[in-house]
DNA sequence: TTAAGATATGCAATTGTATTGCATTAATTA
DNA sequence: TAATTAATGCAATACAATTGCATATCTTAA
């Protein structure tokens, strides 16, 4: 019955129940913050083939389940959707921070600011990565 | 004595004068947009290797001399910085646009707004990237 | 102007990231 | 539980990025 519970969740969005599925929603369900894919594949290498890895994420940022943080490297960061995201339109516009040093990605509880685009552009999403050092590194220098 | 001439620009940066750093900063200075790094390599590349062009650009960003835009997709491009950036600390923290259709990045004359960040981070530097369709694919469709 | 020193370049090899096609396996449903 | 439908794993491939090293080029100081 809890909103995230990894099986609510599939069924919820119509995907098939797999123990590979539902291992990837524990792992990024785990973490406070984002996690990289490169980690990710470090966790589940050994359970879940590459290919696998790649098509379940792209599944779960289409149907909304998932957004993608790509961070200051072009690493591409997966974290679980607050609430409410469609596909394609995710909702939780909140900023992002990405480490420096731990290189982690962290969902800030701050919204994205409003700015005046100029006339002819059309914005369908928008990514906000503050970038720097965060919290716990700064508490260990 | 132009301000933005390679020759003065590698000077000013105590970076040799090469054909082919003359040659990158020519290229990213002709193109009103950010250009990305597979579409430098393909302009580029009967003149310059791959590796000698990644290092260059390296080379730019830690200067100050370009700043590094990470597109939608996690593509690194490159426009020339319009004023004072040092290394490290890039001074024009505009928003940029990436479009969906085209693939372009664009440089738009928008600051980035202030945000709050939560007490411990530091923030370095930030990237606002609004990605959707731009002016000229707007029309087109 | 040129020789010496310092640095940049190109090449070969390697590592890492991401995608595609296809045979096999597993999950859903009637 | 059988039939259908979709997901997985494997092999192969494409592309992005980096490293080490020999060679070439630029700068400077005589």
Known sequence: MLANDPTEI??????????????????????DAAISQPDLEKKLGKEIDRVTLYRILNAYE?????????DHNGTANYA??????????HQDEHVHFNCSICAKVYCLPVNVPQI?????????????V?????DKCSAEN
Chains 1, 2 share one sequence.
């Open 130 to 134: 503050a970038y720097g050092v965060c």
């Open 80 to 89: 679980i959707c607050s609430s409410n995201c469609s596909s394609h339109h």
């Open 62 to 70: 289409d149907k909304g389940i998932l957004h993608r943080i790509i």
């Open 10 to 31: 599939l069924k919820r969005n119509q995907l098939k129940n797999t123990k590979q599925r539902v291992r990837v929603l524990e792992e990024i369900g785990a973490d």
């Open 116 to 128: 005046t685009i100029p006339n002819g552009f059309k914005t369908e999403s928008i990514s906000f």
